[in-house]
T-cell receptor, first 109, second 114 residues
């Protein structure tokens, strides 16, 4: 079945550094969603990308959908402690969302 | 507050037992999804219901079953529990049956098997 590979599994950054997580698929995706799960919390919907090459911004977060619609990325500029959590991508396939394994953002003390 | 209500918040039971987890979706949402999340792991999709009918099935064990009632609330039944079933179980809801719509998650039920 379709899989969505998400990397890296963990990323440790100093506060103020940038963070990027990537999702890749071997097949063309019709859309991709991004969610954030804070420690001890539940996933919260961030954004959905639909169009080839689409770029969307939410303050310090930039979301991209690849031209071939096989990959997507989430970039956070100048991380803050409030960004800590696990970021998941999820893509549509046959009436369900296929979830990436998530990237855990850890801010070094 | 996502508007999705899950009960109970915590459940502690023993191997071999059976439990029922309950979910009330956001007002107006017709789809309910169930997920399992083991410690520090990703989300494992179990099953989706749309307006009372099963719509999609993921990696749900035969010991697990679910249903969605006419009032749209849903229950996930877990039987013959094993230690490995200890996990956080999330329910999510969305407006329609389309997987392109955002899912709104409840706070989860933490199940501990002793």
């Amino acid at each position: 079945g379709q899989q969505v590979m998400q990397i890296p599994q963990y990323q440790h950054v100093q506060e103020g550094e940038d963070f990027t997580t990537y999702c890749n698929s071997s097949t063309t995706l019709s859309n991709i969603q991004w969610y954030k799960q804070r420690p001890g919390g539940h996933p919260v919907f961030l954004i959905q990308l639909v169009k080839s090459g689409e770029v969307k911004k939410q303050k310090r977060l930039t979301f991209q959908f690849g031209e071939a619609k096989k990959n997507s990325s989430l970039h956070i500029t100048a991380t803050q402690t409030t960004d800590v959590g696990t970021y998941f991508c999820a893509a549509r396939s046959n009436y369900q969302l296929i979830w990436g394994a998530g990237t855990k953002l850890i801010i070094k003390p | 507050d996502s508007g999705v209500t899950q009960t109970p918040k915590h459940l502690i039971t023993a191997t071999g037992q059976r439990v029922t987890l309950r979910c009330s979706p956001r007002s107006g949402d017709l789809s309910v999804y169930w997920y399992q999340q083991s410690l520090d792991q990703g989300l494992q999709f179990l099953i989706q219901y749309y307006n009372g009918e099963e719509r999609a099935k993921g990696n749900i064990l035969e010991r697990f079953s679910a249903q969605q009632f006419p009032d749209l609330h849903s229950e996930l039944n877990l039987s013959s529990l094993e230690l490995g079933d200890s996990a956080l179980y999330f329910c999510a809801s969305s407006q329609g049956g389309l997987e392109t719509q955002p899912q709104h998650f409840g706070d989860g039920t933490r199940l501990s098997i002793l």
